[in-house]
């Protein structure tokens, strides 16, 4: 069963016994209720929202798309500081308060790249693309149920939108080449805008005015002038139209209307992700005290314990290195843990406080924006604060499969929702769970000691930690992953792309199975499921990697969202890690020189 479905039936459950309670004892979990049952009762009510959003757009005119007029008075910095106050952002220049990369004791803030409504993948096969066409269709249709009358103008004006959101989706930056500019230096060459104004009021933090020598971090040196060009060369009509649609867009949801895909089928499905995305901390807390107990947790910990050390094995068996083995070592052992959930998250006295300034309202539409105005704030107002690695305020939102490393706290962390089936299940054989959730930390620990990782040290700081001569054979293990994989896929291009999550896969499945052996000798072994008699425990733990990534991949998928990601196709997952694992090879007696046992295999 496909894990993501699994924890989204394991929530439906919750809200939906949630929701039938008469009274609730924690006011996060009456909020949850509110919030559902609210959803659900407004299903599909889109006459709701289109009169929220006349009375919001009223004092600027209305839409644009639905009604000719004179907007010029209008800015679309104007506009946004308004829908600022009900939880909107910006989508030309959305900010964030992130970890100041150069000094991980301060929050910074962040300019990032521009975000869109359809899916980037969709808007850069261009305006002829079928589906941008069914995109721009949907937007017409929404300014027609708002009124509008001119459908030759409100055609025009659709278009314009699509066009500005694909010239928005070229906007691209490499991965980690992050700069900072004082405000006063942003002034002095893009002076089309008021930047301290625009950043201050866009923040929203009381009492908070930021000054022309505060300092904030860009994506990288040169994605700004990107924006700033298509700011300056597109009409100030259609920047307003934009913003004005941004609004509609998120409030639309809030009734189950996805504008890219129309109404949801399911009532259920759309206020459950609703739900997720309002109150994150609430619907975590939920989940955790549901369906994760403390003895998970205890194991889990184990499990990493156990997967640091194999990845020191595999560095051990490994030649080079010598110079920086001490520090890679160090590194490892120094990385902190964040497994499933903060115990916080168990305290509903916590919980509640956490929600303590949510604007509580029996009108649905105005108590789901005053949601997403708190989770706004929240954000931002660390800007001021310090940060702190145990701070579980940072870590409640646990109800997505996946796993990632943080850099600038030297930290891998492990969240809820991919606790589970087939990755993770106590009441399996350890080889299943060591194959699964195993390999999948093994990977996420590698990223700190390769790639971006190799820029911060053990405490999280910027540093220069690894001795040239050892990044020089990093990158020639690299390049052998690379030509391995360019010539299983016949895509040298695309095996650059995915390089990095190539190597972690490689690393993170030989670690794990270090790891199970470490596990296997502690416990005295385990036994072999009679069901599957004729292969070792060793074969069955490379069977359940296998497993793992066994998935149907359809054309649409190959085509479109292989083409943007950083991980290769799941069959590669699988092939390229065992083909470079004599483990692998010895535990199925596969010839060398065969498929699965190559003469050179790559060495990380």
Same mark, same amino acid.
């Given at each position: 069963?496909?894990?993501?479905?699994?924890?989204?039936? !394991?929530?439906?459950?919750?809200?939906?016994?949630?929701?039938?309670?008469?009274?609730?004892?924690?006011?996060?979990?009456?909020?949850?209720?509110?919030?559902?049952?609210?959803?659900?009762?407004?299903? #599909?009510?889109?006459?709701?929202?289109?009169?929220?959003?006349?009375?919001?757009?009223?004092?600027?005119?209305?839409?644009?798309?639905?009604?000719?007029?004179?907007?010029?008075?209008?800015?679309?910095?104007?506009?946004?500081?308004?829908?600022?106050?009900?939880?909107?952002?910006?989508?030309?220049?959305?900010?964030?308060?992130?970890?100041?990369?150069?000094?991980?004791?301060?929050?910074?803030?962040?300019?990032?790249?521009?975000?869109?409504? #359809?899916?980037?993948?969709?808007?850069?096969?261009?305006?002829?693309?079928?589906?941008?066409?069914?995109?721009?269709?949907?937007?017409?249709?929404?300014?027609?149920?708002?009124?509008?009358?001119?459908?030759?103008?409100?055609?025009?004006?659709?278009?314009?939108?699509?066009?500005?959101?694909?010239?928005?989706?070229?906007?691209?930056?490499?991965?980690?080449?992050?700069?900072?500019?004082?405000?006063?230096?942003?002034?002095?060459?893009?002076?089309?805008?008021?930047?301290?104004?625009?950043?201050?009021?866009?923040? &929203?933090?009381?009492?908070?005015?930021?000054?022309?020598?505060?300092?904030?971090?860009?994506?990288?040196?040169?994605?700004?002038?990107?924006?700033?060009?298509?700011?300056?060369?597109?009409?100030?009509?259609?920047?307003?139209?934009?913003? *004005?649609?941004?609004?509609?867009?998120?409030?639309?949801? &809030?009734?189950?209307?996805?504008?890219?895909?129309?109404?949801?089928?399911?009532?259920?499905?759309?206020?459950?992700?609703?739900?997720?995305?309002?109150?994150?901390?609430?619907?975590? &807390?939920?989940?955790?005290?549901?369906?994760?107990?403390?003895?998970?947790?205890?194991?889990?910990?184990?499990?990493?314990?156990?997967?640091?050390?194999?990845?020191?094995?595999?560095?051990? &068996?490994?030649? /080079?290195?010598?110079?920086?083995?001490?520090?890679?070592?160090?590194?490892? !052992?120094?990385?902190?843990?964040?497994?499933? @959930?903060?115990?916080?998250?168990?305290?509903?006295?916590?919980?509640?406080? @956490?929600?303590?300034?949510?604007?509580?309202?029996?009108?649905?539409?105005?108590?789901?924006?005053?949601?997403?105005?708190?989770?706004?704030?929240?954000?931002?107002?660390?800007?001021?604060?310090?940060?702190?690695?145990?701070?579980?305020?940072?870590?409640?939102?646990?109800?997505?499969?996946?796993?990632?490393?943080?850099?600038?706290?030297?930290?891998?962390?492990?969240?809820?929702?991919?606790?589970?089936?087939?990755?993770?299940?106590?009441?399996?054989?350890?080889?299943?769970?060591?194959?699964?959730?195993?390999?999948?930390?093994?990977?996420?620990?590698?990223?700190?000691?390769? /790639?971006?990782?190799?820029?911060?040290?053990?405490?999280?700081?910027?540093?220069?930690?690894?001795?040239?001569?050892?990044?020089?054979?990093?990158?020639? #293990?690299?390049?052998?992953?690379?030509?391995?994989? #360019?010539?299983?896929? !016949?895509?040298?291009?695309?095996?650059?792309?995915?390089?990095?999550?190539?190597?972690?896969?490689?690393?993170?499945?030989?670690?794990?199975?270090?790891?199970?052996?470490?596990?296997?000798?502690?416990?005295?072994? *385990?036994?072999?499921?009679?069901?599957?008699?004729?292969?070792?425990?060793?074969?069955?733990?490379?069977?359940?990697?296998?497993?793992?990534?066994?998935?149907?991949?359809?054309?649409?998928?190959?085509?479109?969202?292989?083409?943007?990601?950083?991980?290769?196709? @799941?069959?590669?997952?699988?092939?390229?890690?065992?083909?470079?694992?004599?483990?692998?090879?010895?535990?199925?007696?596969?010839?060398? /020189?065969? @498929?699965?046992?190559?003469?050179?295999?790559?060495?990380?």
């Amino acid at each position: 069963m496909d894990i993501g479905r699994q924890l989204n039936d !394991k929530l439906a459950t919750i809200v939906h016994e949630n929701s039938n309670q008469k009274e609730h004892c924690a006011t996060s979990s009456k909020f949850v209720a509110h919030l559902y049952q609210g959803c659900m009762r407004n299903f #599909a009510n889109t006459s709701l929202v289109f009169g929220r959003i006349n009375q919001l757009l009223r004092d600027y005119g209305g839409w644009i798309v639905v009604r000719n007029g004179d907007f010029s008075k209008f800015h679309w910095t104007e506009i946004s500081y308004r829908f600022r106050s009900i939880g909107i952002t910006q989508p030309y220049l959305p900010i964030s308060v992130t970890y100041d990369y150069y000094d991980k004791n301060k929050h910074i803030l962040t300019i990032n790249l521009p975000d869109t409504v #359809a899916p980037k993948y969709v808007l850069l096969n261009g305006l002829d693309d079928t589906n941008i066409e069914k995109y721009r269709r949907n937007i017409i249709y929404v300014a027609k149920s708002m009124g509008a009358k001119d459908l030759t103008y409100t055609e025009k004006e659709a278009t314009k939108i699509v066009e500005l959101e694909i010239r928005l989706a070229n906007i691209t930056a490499p991965t980690f080449n992050r700069v900072k500019r004082t405000i006063g230096e942003l002034q002095e060459k893009y002076s089309g805008i008021c930047w301290r104004t625009y950043l201050t009021k866009m923040l &929203a933090i009381p009492n908070l005015a930021l000054q022309e020598n505060d300092e904030v971090m860009l994506y990288s040196p040169h994605h700004l002038d990107k924006i700033v060009e298509v700011l300056q060369s597109t009409a100030p009509s259609t920047l307003v139209s934009y913003v *004005e649609y941004r609004v509609i867009v998120a409030l639309l949801r &809030a009734v189950g209307l996805n504008i890219c895909e129309g109404i949801s089928n399911s009532a259920p499905s759309a206020c459950l992700e609703l739900t997720k995305l309002a109150l994150p901390t609430a619907l975590s &807390a939920l989940y955790v005290h549901r369906f994760l107990c403390s003895d998970t947790k205890h194991e889990l910990t184990q499990l990493v314990h156990d997967i640091k050390g194999g990845l020191i094995e595999v560095l051990d &068996a490994t030649k /080079g290195y010598e110079q920086s083995r001490a520090a890679f070592i160090r590194k490892i !052992k120094a990385m902190h843990e964040h497994i499933a @959930y903060p115990d916080a998250l168990l305290d509903g006295n916590e919980v509640n406080k @956490y929600y303590a300034n949510v604007k509580f309202s029996e009108d649905y539409l105005q108590f789901y924006s005053n949601l997403l105005k708190f989770n706004i704030d929240e954000s931002y107002k660390k800007l001021k604060e310090v940060p702190r690695r145990n701070d579980w305020k940072s870590r409640t939102s646990l109800l997505n499969v996946n796993a990632q490393y943080q850099p600038l706290e030297n930290s891998i962390e492990i969240l809820a929702g991919l606790v589970a089936h087939p990755i993770y299940n106590p009441d399996l054989p350890s080889y299943v769970n060591y194959a699964g959730m195993g390999s999948i930390v093994g990977h996420e620990i590698y990223h700190g000691v390769s /790639g971006l990782g190799l820029m911060f040290d053990e405490h999280g700081q910027m540093n220069t930690w690894v001795t040239s001569e050892d990044v020089a054979n990093l990158d020639r #293990a690299s390049k052998c992953i690379h030509q391995q994989h #360019a010539e299983l896929i !016949k895509d040298e291009k695309k095996a650059w792309v995915t390089l990095d999550e190539d190597r972690a896969d490689v690393v993170g499945v030989l670690s794990a199975y270090r790891a199970y052996q470490t596990w296997f000798q502690r416990n005295g072994g *385990e036994p072999r499921p009679q069901d599957f008699g004729r292969y070792t425990i060793n074969q069955l733990f490379w069977i359940s990697y296998g497993r793992l990534w066994c998935s149907k991949e359809s054309d649409y998928y190959v085509k479109n969202h292989l083409s943007f990601t950083k991980h290769s196709r @799941y069959m590669y997952r699988v092939l390229v890690p065992l083909m470079n694992s004599e483990d692998f090879s010895k535990d199925f007696n596969c010839p060398p /020189g065969s @498929y699965m046992n190559p003469i050179n295999k790559c060495r990380l």
